[in-house]
């Protein structure tokens, strides 16, 4: 077996809250290879959103062991961290968090153009990305002129563009009706197959994980 793109030993998050310690993560072991969608299944409050933050390398705080493409990242410094994301990691969070002022082709070029991208090239990758998740009629218009299922998939185009080895999805399509939920994750599963990107997914949603390659349930603060 190839090594895993991520691999977590013993990795545990508190919180203290006055005179109270709050164990959030509490020793998790984890491993996802290339190319595997895993569901993070989990209630609000199990600490799904924590293991996302502590994996993506977003805040520090952390014990135990994060390997990323088998580079022990839970200790680099901040540029190593930005590093290790820039190339390794897509994020797609529950709300899309599209810059405003640019439209739906420029929010998917602006990371590639921060990966080293040719802007020609750039501006081509996320067209055919953004054609393949149906939205070719709408490139030019600005995230407020796009339905909520739109921006998602904008968001997911973006997640995509720099052919991350791991993309890392916070309930990402908690913010949209049973209907298009359905179809805006169905479109994001076959993209990350597509692509041949690893994906951990974290979901509330028994029917959404059911779709994907293997399950993970997280109960306080441990995998199951």
């Known amino acids: 077996m190839s090594e895993p793109v991520l691999a977590t030993r013993g990795l545990a998050r508190s919180f203290t809250q006055g005179d109270v310690t709050i164990d959030v993560l509490r020793g998790v072991d984890l491993a996802i290879q290339p190319g595997e969608i895993v569901a993070l299944l989990g209630p609000s409050g199990s600490g799904k959103s924590t293991l996302l933050q502590a994996v993506g390398l977003l805040e520090g705080g952390f014990e135990g062991s994060i ?53 020609d090239a750039a501006s081509k990758r996320a067209d055919g990305l953004l054609s393949t998740l149906g939205l070719a009629n709408r490139l030019d218009h600005r995230p407020a002129k796009l339905s909520g299922g739109e921006q998602q998939r904008v968001a997911v185009a973006r997640a995509i563009a720099n052919k991350p080895p791991l993309v890392l999805a916070d ?6 009706d049973e209907a298009t ?31 994907m390659d293997r399950v993970l349930r997280l109960h306080e603060g441990r995998l199951q």
């Open 67 to 119: 390997r990323l493409r088998g580079e022990e990242a839970a200790g680099l410094n901040d540029e190593g961290r930005t590093r290790v994301r820039r190339e390794t990691l897509g994020f797609v969070y529950q709300f899309h968090h599209l810059l405003p002022e640019f439209n739906a082709r420029e929010n998917v070029i602006l990371p590639q153009l921060v990966h080293g991208a040719d802007r």
């Open 171 to 176: 309930e990402p399509t908690g913010n949209l």
């Open 181 to 211: 939920a359905d179809v805006v994750f169905g479109e994001f599963l076959n993209l990350v197959r597509g692509e041949g990107s690893a994906a951990l997914v974290a979901t509330h949603n028994e029917r959404l994980a059911a779709k």
